[in-house]
């Protein structure tokens, strides 16, 4: 069964675009550089242009290729909000939590104690495992703003992300106490449930979440979801496409449809495979660093013996995802068959002490009571 989780969210790059480019007012102050030569306002120059290079990059998602700029424009002192959320936003989406929290909390004590602060420090404490310091940070952004779902919807992300089951569900929890009829909300706390085997608790809000968004992005995700996992691969994938012909065709709608599809068993000769190869290929191209397409096109493509293909898309899912297991078992069959022994067996061997160390982990507490 798919217990694949299909974000509602994009990357964290996402609040780039949307809240702190370039040139954007700051809720406090902003800095500039003094201007006193033509050699001051040389560098000044120059170090807008780092900012504003920087933000197009973490706007476009390449992050790593974005700090150096963005490190270069905080040196020079310009824009400290509009730098320092943006570096912020690709240290997260990096995994260079060490460096983020530091910065964001740098930020916060100079008084940029904005939404965007605050949910990137968030999704960084609860990468770090500081869940108590995280919880308590949502907390007070929701005191701050008791309506607003942006802080807790990626909150679910991270808590998913890094498998904070119990911790989601307290957070959903949170929310649903000033905002019991967000569709959203409902939604991520049936998810939480249900990967805690709480799988009977999880229905009735799956259920609620799309009574609340009827024929809405979330509704039609809260009924695919509950089949999923209750193994109705059938009726999951025939919603999918409702949803898609309906006008909710984006990456996450293709790529869930291509991975259902792969699930229900579609094979060479069967006249559905087109349609999943289309699906993912299309997602692919829309959000190429969505590693969950990456690894089910590169499955599709394995199974088509395109081994090269295969390997090339799983590769990008190994960079975007190097803790995940699907990626290294397709990946070293793709090696196998293109004759690359030696790199199959590195493959396999990266396998293997991912699933040990997982075997070691503890197992999660299931719970279905609201703390």
């Not at 920087?54 to 476009?60: P, W």
């Not at 952004?141 to 008791?146: K, N, V």
């Not at 790529?255 to 349609?275: F, I, K, T, W």
């Not at 990946?331 to 040990?356: D, F, I, P, S």
Request: with cysteine.
């Amino acid at each position: 069964m798919c217990r694949r989780r299909f974000w509602l969210c994009g990357l964290t790059c996402a609040f780039a675009g949307a809240i702190c480019g370039f040139g954007q007012t700051a809720p406090a102050r902003t800095q500039t550089l003094p201007s006193t030569s033509l050699a001051d306002a040389s560098r000044e120059d120059h170090a807008r242009e780092e900012l504003r290079t920087g933000t197009q990059l973490t706007r476009s998602g390449a992050l790593r290729d974005a700090i150096p700029h963005l490190l270069a424009a905080q040196s020079a002192g310009l824009e400290p909000y509009a730098t320092g959320v943006n570096l912020a936003i690709c240290y997260v989406g990096t995994g260079a939590i060490a460096k983020a929290i530091p910065l964001l909390e740098s930020l916060r004590a100079s008084g940029y104690r904005t939404t965007v602060t605050a949910t990137l420090l968030v999704q960084a404490y609860i990468a770090a495992g500081r869940t108590s310091e995280a919880y308590a940070q949502l907390t007070a952004a929701a005191e701050a703003a008791p309506n607003n779902e942006t802080v807790f919807a990626y909150a679910a992300d991270a808590c998913t992300d890094h498998r904070q089951y119990a911790l989601g569900l307290r957070m959903m929890n949170l929310g649903l106490v000033t905002m019991p009829v967000s569709p959203r909300l409902h939604y991520e706390r049936a998810l939480f449930l249900a990967e805690q085997g709480s799988l009977e608790d999880a229905r009735p809000e799956f259920d609620r979440a799309a009574q609340l968004d009827p024929g809405g992005y979330i509704g039609y995700l809260a009924h695919v979801q509950k089949d999923l996992y209750d193994g109705e691969l059938k009726p999951a994938s025939q919603l999918l496409e409702e949803a898609i012909h309906s006008g909710h065709r984006d990456y996450r709608m293709l790529s869930l449809l291509g991975s259902v599809l792969l699930q229900e068993g579609v094979a060479p000769g069967d006249p559905r495979l087109p349609e999943a190869q289309s699906a993912l290929e299309e997602s692919a191209k829309e959000r190429p660093d969505f590693s969950g397409t990456q690894i089910a096109l590169g499955r599709l493509y394995l199974m088509l013996g395109r081994n090269s293909d295969a390997a090339e898309h799983l590769e990008i899912a190994r960079a975007l995802e190097p803790e995940n297991p699907a990626v290294y078992t397709s990946l070293a069959a793709a090696y196998r068959g293109l004759g690359e022994r030696e790199k199959a067996a590195q493959m396999t061997a990266v396998l293997g002490r991912l699933l040990a160390r997982q075997s070691a982990k503890p197992a999660a507490v299931k719970t279905a009571t609201p703390h």
